[in-house]
């Protein structure tokens, strides 16, 4: 399946993906409703967008009491509207903190790959997010890492 | 011959099993259900309560879904006897069903407070459909309700009944709420918000008895005050259903002790959910986890194990989030352990608490309180929750975090948390979407 792929090097932290992605799941340009988050590092010089990386074992999904959360046909864990409760247990349950809850609705709500035609990924004006069909993976770690070494070092 | 499957109880890790069983068996086997109620989720009654949701919308799997995954029911029937050695379950109408293995998974019962007229009539528990179905029929708007105990459960509830127009007073003998979800610091806190809230809270208060009067309820308090109530809800705890399993010869401490494999003492008898002692993941001890996703997890394990698969089970980390009136409070893991390193930080402008536990330079415990609003603390939650069960090594992100509490994700992300979770699944392969579960053909 294809999946997002996150070059955090070129992200240049202007957040459009944000203002896409929240305008795609909610109809709002609000970038508290997008499920991809940017992030700064190393004092606001250095940024990257985080989203659900499509987990194999799909914690949501697994965890939800209601059958609420599927797997959409591109393979992106889905929230169905219609059997969300807004229990919560999803939000608990993946350890990648990619869950969200919109209190307007009462629903849980996550990246479904926008069924195929990702938002964030169209809206990237510099390709740090792209869709393609690779393994999911760690993509922002080894960045994040690097990035956050000297700020801790100098903090020391 | 096929395999004959046995599964005692239609709760959530019964329906994990029955499911799980079907997508991995090789050979087609046979299932039969016994369940003294149709399956349903305990975890949504709250939202049948303030009728968010249909009656309808609770059950897991309705007479045609068992049909089409070829299970055989006995469905409103309590199991009373397991014969071990003879492979048989007796039910309470006297049917017998044999079996190659079985899966106990009986899961809990509500108890009440032990005093004069706590079984009167105006008194209710709400843990079952049939018990939730008796609270819906008595709140009205206006009503006063009155909750014994101020635990998780009593808490699952609390926005259902403010939503119904009801006015609520929680009463707890223990000097402090939610004793067994969050620490002193994080009670007081979620106490303020109540309070503001219009939510009346007495700590403390021990109930002495109940008197009827005329369809209201008079709550009789050992310091005075007595309180008058037109609805009393008994949320003072669970008990695991274990009594029927007197002389099945199975091990039972807190639970059924359960290995790796989350077999029994009997080598063909399986426990899972809240009757199961099985493996703490933190602690790695054996440990009664009366929540929903242990019992997912367990049902999900012991079906892949049931079907013919070899799977261990690492163990099961304690979870629990619950909001009240728009505030979030989860916990994780160890958050109680007093041995541990810990940290935490309360923002001043706003209800937000963080409470962070190590050993060493893992993170084994996690409290946090914040708004639904704020949308970092559905992040966090997630990304503690994952620091919790991966326990990376936090190297000098934990000195960073003793400092910054709420500086969570840059942690999370940079000591590639992400990494070390992705090639964990809990069944060793992709999970499935609950539509894929095979059916008969």
Known sequence: MSVLRIHPEKCTGCLRCELACSYMQTGDFQPAKSVIRVSPFEGHTSYAPYTCTQCAEGWCMTACPVGAITINAVGAKDVLDDRCVGCKLCTIACPYGTMFYDPATRKAFKCNLCGGAPACAEACPTAAITYEDVTTGDWLGDFARERTERVLTGGR | ?441
């Open chain 2, 1 to 441: 011959m096929a395999a004959r499957h046995l599964i005692i109880g239609g709760g959530t890790a019964g329906m994990n099993a029955i499911r799980t069983i079907r997508e991995e068996e090789s050979e087609r086997s046979a299932i039969t259900l016994v369940s003294a109620e149709n399956p349903y989720s305990r975890m949504v009654l709250p939202y049948y309560l303030d009728r968010s949701i249909a009656e309808s919308h609770v059950f897991t799997a309705t007479g045609k879904v068992l049909a089409d995954w070829g299970v055989t029911t006995h469905l409103g029937k309590r199991a009373t006897t397991l014969d071990t050695k003879a492979n048989v379950c007796t039910l309470e109408d006297g049917t017998t069903v044999a079996y190659d293995d079985c899966l106990i998974a009986t899961g809990s019962s509500a108890v009440r407070a032990p005093v004069p007229g706590a079984d009167g009539p105006g008194v209710h528990s709400f843990w079952t459909l049939d018990q939730a179905r008796g609270v819906i029929a008595q709140i009205q708007p206006g009503s006063h309700v009155v909750m014994v105990g101020a635990g998780f459960i009593a808490f699952t509830i609390l926005n259902s009944i403010l939503a119904l127009g009801a006015k609520l007073t929680i009463v707890e003998v223990a000097p402090r709420i939610l004793p067994r979800m969050i620490d002193d610091i994080g009670a007081q806190l979620v106490e303020a918000w109540l309070k503001e809230h219009g939510v009346a809270i007495r700590t403390g208060a021990k109930l002495t008895r109940i008197d009827d009067l005329k369809g209201r309820q008079r709550l009789k308090m050992a310091a005075g005050g007595d309180l008058v109530a037109d609805v009393v809800i008994m949320a003072t705890g669970i008990r695991t259903n274990l009594d029927w399993l007197k002389g099945a010869g199975v091990t039972i401490k807190q639970g059924i002790v359960v290995d790796e494999h989350l077999r029994s003492s009997v080598p063909n008898v399986y426990a899972a959910g809240d009757v199961a002692e099985g493996r703490d993941l933190i602690s790695q001890a054996n440990a009664v986890h009366a929540i929903e996703p242990t019992a997912q997890e367990h049902g999900r394990v012991v079906g892949a194990n049931m079907a013919g698969k070899d799977i261990r089970y690492r163990g099961s980390l304690i979870i629990n989030i619950v909001e009240v009136c728009h505030l979030d409070v989860a916990s994780f893991g160890a958050w109680d352990d007093t041995q541990a390193d810990a940290a935490s930080g309360v923002k001043a402008d706003r209800p937000a608490y963080r409470k962070l536990l190590w050993r060493g330079d893992r993170l084994t415990g996690a409290i946090i309180l914040g708004r639904s609003s704020d949308i970092w603390t559905t992040n966090d939650v997630g990304m503690l929750k994952g620091l919790v069960q991966s326990g990376v090594s936090l190297g000098r992100w934990k000195a960073h975090l003793k400092k910054n509490p709420f500086d969570v994700k840059p942690a999370f992300i940079a000591t590639k948390t992400t990494s070390a979770l992705l090639p964990v699944t809990i069944l060793g392969r992709p999970s499935k979407a609950p539509g894929e579960t095979p059916v008969a053909v």
